[in-house]
């Protein structure tokens, strides 16, 4: 299995409560659960309720989860801050 990069995750890791079973890139269900992927996803590991939601189940009784889309971050303002403990 490749590892999927940010440009081409289409589905990937199962969102399954019982599940996380890492898919190929283009697998319509998962491997172990057969559990429909949501498409579009661009998480590479994270919480399951930080990267995506429960959307109900499919026509074969799994569960169905749409993934999060990544949030955009800004660096350019950040500051590193050092704490020093003397003893």
Known sequence: MAMPTT???AHWLCMS????KMNS????SCKR??????????AFSAGIDEIGEFEGMNSDGNP????RE???????EARASTTYVRG
């Open 25 to 28: 890139v283009g697998d319509k």
């Open 17 to 20: 409560p019982n599940c996380t």
């Open 33 to 42: 659960c057969d559990a429909e992927l949501a498409e579009g996803a661009k």
């Open 64 to 67: 169905v989860w749409k993934l």
């Open 7 to 9: 440009s081409d995750i």
């Open 70 to 76: 990544p949030q955009a971050m800004d660096f350019s």
